[in-house]
């Protein structure tokens, strides 16, 4: 995974979805239009956070019926609530789907 210069670069299959950038990795997927990355260590497993993309994906679309963009610009705290269940300082913090809906569930309740 290189391509500090993306000019010209071509990148071999196996690494599609990130690009090197200084000391980190873009590890990012697209999904309907919507691109949704996050910036890991060069050490970190590609697999484990295409996963983490994909299940934080799949909660917002549980959570908010069916998300589109217009969700996440005008939901942004929303938004911002469901990484602080899933992610914690960089790291998959909860894998469960159903945990972390159960607890947007009690926080939304809160509001």
Same mark, same amino acid.
């Given at each position: 995974?290189?391509?500090?210069?993306?000019? @010209?670069?071509?990148?071999?299959?196996?690494?599609?979805?990130?690009?090197?950038?200084?000391?980190?990795?873009?590890?990012?997927?697209?999904?309907? @239009?919507?691109?949704?990355?996050?910036?890991?260590?060069?050490?970190? !497993? !590609?697999?484990?956070?295409?996963?983490?993309?994909?299940? /934080?994906?799949?909660?917002?679309?549980?959570? /908010?019926?069916?998300?589109?963009?217009?969700?996440?610009? /005008? !939901?942004?705290?929303?938004?911002?609530?469901?990484?602080?269940? *899933? /992610?914690?300082?960089?790291?998959?913090?909860?894998?469960?789907?159903?945990?972390?809906?159960?607890?947007?569930? *009690?926080?939304?309740?809160?509001?």
């Amino acid at each position: 995974c290189r391509g500090g210069d993306l000019v @010209g670069y071509t990148r071999p299959y196996a690494c599609l979805s990130c690009l090197q950038f200084r000391n980190f990795k873009i590890i990012y997927r697209r999904y309907a @239009g919507l691109y949704f990355c996050i910036c890991v260590d060069v050490t970190d !497993n !590609n697999l484990a956070y295409l996963e983490g993309i994909h299940n /934080f994906v799949e909660v917002l679309n549980e959570y /908010f019926h069916n998300v589109c963009e217009l969700d996440l610009v /005008f !939901n942004f705290y929303k938004v911002y609530t469901v990484v602080d269940e *899933m /992610f914690l300082a960089g790291e998959i913090r909860e894998t469960s789907q159903t945990k972390v809906l159960k607890q947007l569930l *009690m926080l939304q309740s809160l509001e």
